[in-house]
C-alpha cells in the first residue's frame, strides 16, 4: 500500500466529531445576546459564535440570537428556564450579571450563582469616555475639568441602558467628580444606539464598552476622551486613561462570559468550555477581538475558574453601586 492509500485509510478509520459524539444533541447551538444589535455584546457574541462552531466539529453551527432588554436580565430571566441540554446559551455581561442584582431592591428574579450553568469566561471588554464632535475640549484633562465646572444640566449624558456598565461607569466618573445624581441620565436600548446619540449630538457624552464606539471613533463621528481602565487599549495607543487624566485609580472595565441553563451536565459544559476556549486561543479571533476594541480572555478559565470569576465580579461591583447611590426598578 503506498502512502497516498495509507493516509486516505486512516482518515475514513477517524470518524468526524459530532455534536452527539460530545453529549450535544444533533442541532444547532444558539448563543443569545441580551442586547440589541450593534452593541458590544452583539458583536462579541457574533466573533465568538463564528470560532467557536469550527472547535465542535465539520457540521456544527452556533446562531447568535438576539433577546434585548433591561440591561441582559430580560434574557437572563428566560435562559434559566431552558432546557440545559447544552444548545441555548447567553453571552453576558457585568451588567445583568454583578450589578444588577445589587441595584434592585429585593434583588433579580434569579441568582447569578444559583440559577445557572458557568461554562468560560469570553473576552474583556475595556470601556472609554466618548464625546460629541462639538464637545468643549481639546483633551482628556480639559474634559474632566469641563464636566466638572459645568453647567452639568446642559452636559447629559448616554448610556446603554439604566442599569447597565456605561450607566455606572458613567455615574461613577460624576462620583469622582463630587457631582453624583448632577448629569442628565438619557438611556438607549443598546450601545449602538447610545453611540449614535453622542455622535449626532443629542447627548453631551457617556461611557461606551470599546467595541460599541471604535468604528465611530476611527471615522471621527465622536471623540475619543479616556480608557477607563488602568491601561491603554493597543489599537487606541493616543487615548489616554482616565487616572492619567486627573482622576488617579479610576477603574471600571465591563467584561464578557458564556452561561447556560441551571444543571447543565458536566460533560457537555466542558465540551463547550473546550470549543470556546480553543476559539480564544485562536490567532485569528485574537486579532478580530482587537480591531472590535475586545481582548480574548485568555487566563485558567475551566467551569470552576469562570464560577469564581463571578462570584469575585459580584463581591467587587457591589462596591460600586454603594458608591454610585444608584438604585433601580426592573
Known amino acids: 500500500m503506498n502512502r497516498r492509500s495509507l493516509l486516505a485509510a486512516a482518515t475514513l478509520a477517524v470518524p468526524a466529531v459530532g455534536h452527539a459524539q460530545q453529549g450535544l444533541p444533533d442541532r444547532p447551538i444558539t448563543l443569545v445576546s441580551g442586547f440589541s444589535p450593534g452593541g458590544s455584546t452583539d458583536i462579541t457574541a457574533r466573533l465568538l459564535a463564528d470560532r467557536m462552531q469550527g472547535f465542535l466539529g465539520p457540521n456544527a453551527r452556533v446562531v447568535v440570537e438576539n433577546r434585548p432588554g433591561a440591561s441582559g436580565t430580560v434574557a437572563s ?17 457585568a451588567s445583568s450579571h454583578a450589578l444588577i442584582p445589587h441595584a434592585v431592591a429585593g434583588g433579580t428574579r434569579y441568582n447569578p450563582m444559583d440559577d445557572f450553568t458557568h461554562v468560560a ?6 470601556l472609554i469616555m466618548i464625546a460629541a464632535p462639538n464637545f468643549p475640549a481639546a483633551n482628556a484633562a480639559e474634559a474632566v475639568a469641563k464636566l466638572r465646572a459645568g453647567p452639568q444640566d446642559r452636559l447629559p449624558y448616554a448610556s446603554s441602558g439604566v442599569g447597565s456598565i456605561p450607566h455606572f461607569a458613567a455615574e461613577s466618573v460624576a462620583v469622582a467628580l463630587g457631582l453624583g445624581g448632577k448629569f442628565e441620565h438619557i438611556p438607549y436600548r443598546s450601545g449602538g444606539l447610545m453611540v449614535e446619540s453622542i455622535a449626532r449630538g443629542e447627548t453631551a457624552w457617556g461611557v461606551a464598552v470599546l467595541a460599541s464606539a471604535a468604528a465611530q471613533l476611527r471615522d471621527n463621528r465622536v471623540r475619543g476622551i479616556a480608557i477607563t481602565g488602568l491601561e ?11 487616572a492619567e487624566s486627573g482622576m488617579p485609580g479610576f477603574d471600571i472595565g465591563n467584561w464578557f462570559a458564556v452561561i447556560g441553563p441551571p444543571r447543565m451536565p458536566p460533560a457537555v459544559t466542558e465540551t463547550l468550555n473546550r470549543a470556546i476556549n480553543s476559539a480564544l486561543r485562536d490567532p485569528q479571533l485574537q486579532e478580530r477581538f482587537l480591531v472590535a476594541g475586545i481582548t480574548a480572555y485568555t487566563r485558567p478559565n475551566t467551569p470552576a475558574d469562570a464560577r469564581a470569576f463571578f462570584q469575585a465580579e459580584l463581591d467587587k461591583f457591589k462596591g460600586v453601586v454603594e458608591r454610585t447611590g444608584v438604585r433601580m426598578e426592573l
Open 232 to 242: 491603554r487599549f493597543p489599537t487606541f495607543p493616543d487615548t489616554p486613561t482616565l
Open 121 to 126: 469566561i469570553a473576552a474583556n471588554g475595556p
Open 77 to 93: 430571566e428566560w435562559l434559566r428556564r431552558q432546557q440545559p441540554d447544552g444548545t441555548i446559551l447567553m453571552l453576558n455581561e
